[in-house]
């Protein structure tokens, strides 16, 4: 079987009251590296919106994060005449998980998340409409960045919010913490959990755990996740923790950096307590065609945030999807539409 023949049935999506799947959407299996049947869903937008898709936005979310928790913003791109297609990574959402225990946020190897995506793109390119835009958070930022810096050539415009280019250590230095993973790795601890901590999502609240100012928003994941407890992920691995070390240290070699020709914008959270902000500063000057902008007053989740720090996000969207594909195929019921999403 080839890449783009990949195995393909209807898989569900989940929904809750105020948080339910955008109609024109239909959810999907298909085959990733390995053979692990991984989770995407594909939506185009209503004729009503546009006479013919613009194009198709790639959504790809952060660690522990599934496609449900990404309803909001995909109506926001179905509302600006995009397709979009959004996948969960092997190990979360509805996709295989990668050890017995579905909670442990687990990760072997960088490649196999390229190779999922790759296979991803090849099974959906059919149906896709270009020009494409790729959208990643956390996690999903940097894959799609090693991604393109590995060569991927379908991708017209990234943005990033995010991007997982140096994780925060807390009080313990980077140095430490590589000396513990490489331990922990050589002593058969990699489906470990991090410092023995599970980190059971079950036991959020707003209060203590928020990636987001926006308590609404976060209920109405809180809500999401009761109701399909299969989408929860807990605490990282120690593999997973070694597997994102190496993803940030690859994007951020200079050389592959200025590989990319395309552009690409980061959205930096400017309180963000996961991530180093710094670090997207830094990888933004040394893209080929790279634009940094930070959201004052966010944490981590700047999809997530607030109206007034989200609508940043949603400018810059539209500014890279005007410069790649200019409105004019929308119909006039269109704008209204638009304005409002």
Known sequence: MTRAAAYAANAPLMGVPGAAA????????????????????????????AAKPRGTVIVSPGRTEPIEKYFEV?????????????????????????LPDRLKGHARAVEEFLDDHARLLDAFESRAPKPWISVGHSMGGVL?????????SRIAGALLSSPMLRVKTGKRSMWSVKLAVRWNLR??????????????????TFEKDALTSDETRYELWRQQLYACPHLAVGGPTWGWLAFAIDAGERAL???????????????????????????????????GRGRY??????????????????????????????YISPQQDLSPVATSVSEVA
């Open 187 to 204: 002593h058969g601890k990699g489906g470990d959990y991090v410092l023995d901590d599970p980190d059971d999502p079950f036991d959020h």
């Open 293 to 322: 902008v930070e959201v004052a007053g966010a944490r981590h989740e700047v999809i997530m945030e607030a109206d007034d720090m989200r609508a940043v996000f949603l400018e810059e969207f539209d500014a890279m999807a005007d």
């Open 74 to 98: 995909i109506g926001n791109f179905l509302a600006r005449g995009f397709c979009v297609l959004a996948h969960d990574w092997r190990g979360q959402g509805l996709s295989a998980r990668l």
């Open 144 to 152: 799609n960045l090693l991604s393109l810096e590995a060569g991927e």
């Open 253 to 287: 070699k200079p050389k592959a950096l200025k590989s990319v020709r395309i552009p690409v914008s980061i959205v930096q959270s400017a309180e963000d307590d996961r991530v180093w902000k710094q670090s997207a500063k830094w990888a933004a000057r040394r893209l």
């Open 22 to 49: 955008p109609p024109g959407g239909q959810g999907e299996w298909f085959r990733g590296a390995g053979g692990l049947r991984l989770r995407a869903a594909f939506w185009t937008p209503s004729a009503l919106v």
